[in-house]
């Protein structure tokens, strides 16, 4: 039978800098299991970018970007068709440097939604990205140059 098709969703994701590395954690999801993903979610009613970005990073990590400054990098479009339940996202891609001297203590707050949160230096990301990730990298985008 066919089930109908969702409406396409925000999706607001956060590179988060640190050094030459970015945070990833590998999802526990039906879209994209045990791919390693960027921090983010699901724009919610009202919010910025910014507002999104942070709210997530805070609920699925427990990092604070507090007076960080969070910065929009660009967007792109997404269809999953290949998943268990088929969905398309518009994700907005944003990006924070975190300050090498100060601590950041990562945790992994939603463990039935990810296996778990560590940084990856750029020049040796793990395997395999979340397919949205891997697209772009692969296109020559890089999230430090701009
Ligand atoms: P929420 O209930 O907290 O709002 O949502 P979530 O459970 O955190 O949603 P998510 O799956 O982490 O993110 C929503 C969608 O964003 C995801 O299903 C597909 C899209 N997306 C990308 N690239 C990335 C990425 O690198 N990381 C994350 N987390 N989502 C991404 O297109
Ligand atoms: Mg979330
Ligand atoms: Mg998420």
């Given amino acids: 039978p066919n089930t109908p098709l969702p409406p396409p969703r925000v999706a607001v994701v956060i590179f988060i800098l640190k050094n030459r590395s970015i945070l990833l954690g590998r999802r526990r999801s039906t879209v994209g299991d045990a791919t390693f993903a960027l921090p983010g979610g699901h724009l919610e009613f009202g919010e910025s970018f910014e507002e999104c970005a942070a709210r997530e990073v805070k609920e699925e990590t427990g990092l604070e970007l507090g007076r960080n400054k969070i910065e929009y990098l660009t967007v792109t479009n997404n269809v999953f068709l290949e998943q268990p339940k088929k969905c398309h996202y518009v994700t907005v891609f944003m990006r924070v440097?975190?300050?090498?001297?100060?601590?950041?203590?990562?945790?992994?707050?939603?463990?039935?939604?990810?296996?778990?949160?560590?940084?990856?230096?750029?020049?040796?990301?793990?395997?395999p990205l979340f397919w949205p990730l891997e697209k772009m990298l692969k296109g020559g985008f890089d999230p430090f140059a701009i």
């Fill in 97 to 127: 440097v975190l300050d090498v001297e100060e601590e950041h203590v990562v945790k992994n707050m939603e463990p039935d939604k990810c296996y778990g949160w560590d940084w990856y230096a750029w020049e040796n990301l793990p395997n």
